[in-house]
């Protein structure tokens, strides 16, 4: 049994060479504390990632708005160039139209024969492809958007304004017209519809003189 020394403390084997600090237990850190490093790395993560956000959606929305914007800028350049080409198909058809007219003439008196009329039939093919249409018609009612009235008459046998003859024909392209119908209108015949109101009530007066007359060869009528 060994005897202890009082006042004497046990202390670990130091191996030589080594510091006094060394032979001190360390203390090891407590579980869950995040070191204020690290927090601060956070919060810039965070803050760093709103700013991204907030620059995509707007970049995002400029994106949007230039999309817009170029369909847009398409749709007026697609009809811009339809108008144009319209208006220059339109004119092209201006220039040709006494051409159509001359054709038409030579139709009515037969002389539309031979090689003539092949070309002549090449020709209205061609203006009915580029979109050409020919308008009027005897015996439609006038209308002055379309029509030009060259000759006017009365007539007791229309209700209206008609076109009674087509002196020319009209043409359109779609809704767009390049030169309207020339025409002679009729228009009714003033007082004739005051008229037949005036011949009924002659016809009445004769067959009442006609009756009195029956009765007078007759002796009268018979007294009651």
């Not at 001359?102 to 090689?115: P, Q």
């Not at 009209?170 to 002679?184: D, H, K, L, M, S």
Request: glycine share 10%; charged share 30%; proline share 8%.
């Amino acid at each position: 049994m060994t005897e202890e020394t009082p006042g004497f403390e046990e202390k670990p084997d130091v191996p030589s060479g080594a510091t006094p600090d060394d032979a001190e237990p360390k203390t090891a850190p407590e579980e869950g504390a995040a070191p204020a490093g690290d927090a601060n790395a956070d919060a810039g993560l965070v803050a760093q990632l709103d700013q991204v956000r907030t620059a995509l959606n707007e970049r995002t929305a400029d994106l949007q708005r230039l999309q817009a914007e170029y369909q847009n800028y398409r749709r007026r350049v697609e009809r811009d160039r339809a108008t144009v080409k319209e208006i220059a198909v339109a004119n092209l058809l201006s220039e040709l139209l006494p051409v159509l007219d001359d054709i038409g003439r030579a139709r009515e008196h037969g002389e539309l024969v031979g090689g003539f009329k092949s070309v002549a039939e090449s020709t209205e093919t061609v203006a009915a492809k580029l979109g050409l249409q020919q308008f009027g018609k005897e015996g439609e009612p006038f209308d002055p958007t379309i029509h030009e009235a060259l000759m006017h008459s009365y007539a007791p046998d229309v209700t209206e304004t008609t076109c009674v003859a087509i002196l020319q024909p009209g043409y359109r392209i779609g809704e767009r017209t390049i030169r309207p119908a020339r025409v002679a209108v009729a228009e009714p015949q003033p007082g004739a519809q005051g008229a037949k109101p005036e011949k009924a009530g002659k016809a009445e007066g004769a067959e009442e003189k006609s009756e009195a007359a029956d009765d007078k060869e007759n002796g009268g009528p018979e007294e009651g």
